[in-house]
């Protein structure tokens, strides 16, 4: 069992940042962040590759997150760029145990408890 713990949310202006981090208790191969917003369901937000060769990304965040990791650390980060109104949400880590990048929810199979995104206008 691969526990996951994030941090790094808070409260923001419009067009500013903020770096997530998500902290793994062991090793894990794809990792996402995944966010829900009140009466939403919970949408994809971007994923990458073990080496983190490969990344990808919801079209709605494409160009201004970037998600990148440290297996050394084990730790997989969400850089969050130009945010807006609409990314306030509760964001959550993801951990797969296969290789495959998928933006489907249930492919994962560990989850953080989320962390607070709120985005002022």
């Known amino acids: 069992q691969v526990m996951l713990v994030e941090s790094g949310g808070g409260l923001v202006q419009a067009g500013g940042s903020l770096r997530l981090s998500c902290a793994a208790s062991g090793r894990t191969f794809t990792s996402g962040w995944f966010r829900q917003a009140p009466g939403n369901e919970r949408e994809f937000v971007a994923a990458?590759?073990?080496?983190?060769?490969?990344?990808y990304y919801a079209d709605s965040v494409k160009g201004r997150f970037t998600i990148s990791r440290d297996n050394a650390k084990n730790t997989v980060y969400l850089q969050m760029n130009s945010l807006k109104p609409e990314d306030t949400a509760v964001y959550y880590c993801?951990?797969?145990?296969?290789?495959?990048?998928?933006?489907?929810?249930?492919?994962?199979?560990?989850w953080g408890q989320g962390t607070q995104v709120t985005v002022s206008s």
């Open positions: 993801a951990a797969s145990k296969f290789t495959s990048i998928d933006t489907a929810a249930g492919r994962y199979d560990y």
């Open positions: 990458i590759s073990w080496s983190g060769g490969s990344t």
